[in-house]
């Protein structure tokens, strides 16, 4: 082999380590960035404090959107968002809009509010709006229940629920409780 040729091959084999040297530092590097990005976005706080700030847009966002509706278009969100969330099985959630006077009187603890809703709602149910009476800071919607499963022969009611909106998507509600167990009986 010739002096040139064997040059040659030094430098290709040089090229090969500085090339391979440089993806080890880059690998390395690149492994310590990740590590640091995986327990900063893992951080509890950090974590509650996105999600807060989350909730606190679609709020905002919210309430511009109630800003534009009519009374009525505004209680028949309140009460089509109480009972999404029925249907969904947030009975936490939906216990907290409740009414405290009515909350005492006739579900004075969630498992009765969740054993309520089991019993004497129909397991899949639709809303419509027949009537909206104001009387002072209350509304009162007149609600049809449907049975989606069971149609027409299924457990189909009539209900009042009454709304106080103390602002925009700050509201309480309450039920007449005892349509669903009528018609049930």
């Not at 009975?91 to 005492?104: C, G, H, I, V, W």
């Not at 129909?122 to 009387?135: D, G, V």
């Amino acid at each position: 082999m010739s002096t040139k040729s064997k040059d040659n091959s030094r430098k290709k084999i040089l090229i090969i380590i500085i090339i391979l040297v440089i993806l080890l530092v880059l690998l390395l590097l690149f492994t310590t960035v990740i590590r640091k990005n995986v327990n900063k976005s893992s951080s509890p706080d950090e974590i509650e404090k996105a999600e807060i700030e989350t909730s606190n847009e679609k709020n905002k966002q919210i309430k511009a959107d109630l800003s534009e509706k009519t009374e009525q278009q505004r209680m028949e969100y309140y009460c089509s968002n109480f009972f999404d969330l029925i249907d969904i099985g947030n009975y936490k959630k939906a216990y907290s809009l409740l009414d405290n006077d009515y909350k005492e009187n006739f579900f004075p603890t969630i498992q009765n509010f969740e054993r309520y809703f089991e019993e004497y709602f129909p397991s899949e149910f639709s809303l419509s709006f027949t009537n909206i009476e104001r009387l002072g800071e209350i509304y009162v919607l007149m609600t049809n229940v449907n049975d989606n499963v069971n149609g027409s022969s299924g457990h189909n009611f009539d209900m009042y629920v009454v709304l106080k909106e103390n602002s925009l998507n700050d509201y309480v509600i309450s039920f007449s409780r005892n349509s669903a167990v009528d018609e049930e009986e």
